[in-house]
């Protein structure tokens, strides 16, 4: 009998991990371009940062630093990887850059959505707006920073008019919004996570996203 209910124990166990092994994954690898020179720890603490963001909503992601040059393409071979909607960048800028795209403490940051009805791939966050609100402490710095690449992140996955009234995608950002930023309780909603992770799914597919405009 207790063999029995041993191997009663085991298959249901095996079903378990079956089912779970034949789930898809929502994954997406962000590939990080660090043009501002954040310092390595500081940008790792903003990756997990927004990491744990997408991980709540379901979605796992995985974070490489990526070269700024062709001549450092060699020492980052992770990153030569195909074009893929399952792969996102993301450029730090620096603050010459920032200013040139007109970023500043109003926007943060900005996402490229295609215009002929495909993925969205590309996201540009403003390093020092996020340094100078953190007023010197480096875990508020990289708390902003990670905020921002989630939140540029989302308009990547949730596609135009993706701002809304709560949460993480509400903008702008007031006084309140980044008190929560200090205590990790800025996250996108029940409905984005569901609206991120059908898109993920959908890019796994290689479907087309439901909607596609600039933002
Ligand atoms: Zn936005």
């Given at each position: 009998?207790?063999?029995?209910?041993?191997?009663?124990?085991?298959?249901?166990?095996?079903?378990?991990?079956?089912?779970?092994?034949?789930?898809?994954?929502?994954?997406?690898?962000?590939?990080?371009?660090?043009?501002?020179?954040?310092?390595?720890?500081?940008?790792?603490?903003?990756?997990?940062?927004?990491?744990?963001?997408?991980?709540?909503?379901?979605?796992?992601?995985?974070?490489?630093?990526?070269?700024?040059?062709?001549?450092?393409?060699?020492?980052?071979?992770?990153?030569?990887?195909?074009?893929?909607?399952?792969?996102?960048?993301?450029?730090v800028?620096?603050?010459?850059?920032?200013?040139?795209?007109?970023?500043?403490?109003?926007?943060?940051g900005?996402?490229?959505?295609?215009?002929?009805?495909?993925?969205?791939?590309?996201?540009q966050v403003c390093?020092?707006?996020?340094?100078?609100?953190?007023?010197?402490?480096?875990?508020?710095?990289?708390?902003?920073?990670?905020?921002v690449m989630?939140?540029e992140?989302?308009?990547?996955?949730?596609?135009?008019?993706?701002?809304?009234?709560?949460?993480?995608?509400?903008?702008?950002?007031?006084?309140?919004?980044?008190?929560?930023?200090?205590?990790?309780?800025?996250?996108?909603?029940?409905?984005?996570?569901?609206?991120?992770?059908?898109?993920?799914?959908?890019?796994?597919?290689?479907?087309?996203?439901?909607?596609?405009?600039?933002?």
């Open positions: 009998m207790k063999t029995l209910v041993g191997s009663w124990f085991l298959l249901i166990l095996v079903g378990t991990l079956h089912a779970e092994a034949s789930k898809p994954e929502a994954k997406i690898q962000v590939f990080v371009y660090n043009y501002a020179g954040v310092a390595p720890k500081t940008l790792a603490r903003a990756e997990r940062e927004a990491a744990r963001i997408y991980t709540r909503t379901g979605i796992e992601t995985e974070w490489l630093e990526c070269p700024l040059t062709p001549g450092e393409a060699a020492q980052y071979l992770a990153c030569q990887l195909p074009v893929s909607p399952l792969r996102v960048a993301i450029r800028l620096s603050r010459s850059m920032s200013e040139r795209l007109g970023l500043s403490q109003q926007t943060f900005s996402a490229l959505l295609s215009e002929d009805g495909g993925f969205g791939t590309i996201a390093a020092h707006c996020s340094e100078e609100l953190a007023k010197g402490s480096e875990s508020m710095y990289a708390a902003m920073l990670g905020l989630a939140h992140m989302g308009h990547l996955l949730l596609g135009a008019g993706s701002h809304s009234a709560s949460g993480l995608m509400h903008v702008p950002w007031q006084k309140k919004a980044l008190e929560s930023v200090a205590q990790g309780t800025l996250v996108f909603t029940p409905r984005e996570g569901e609206r991120m992770r059908q898109q993920v799914f959908a890019r796994l597919r290689g479907q087309e996203p439901m909607q596609a405009s600039r933002n």
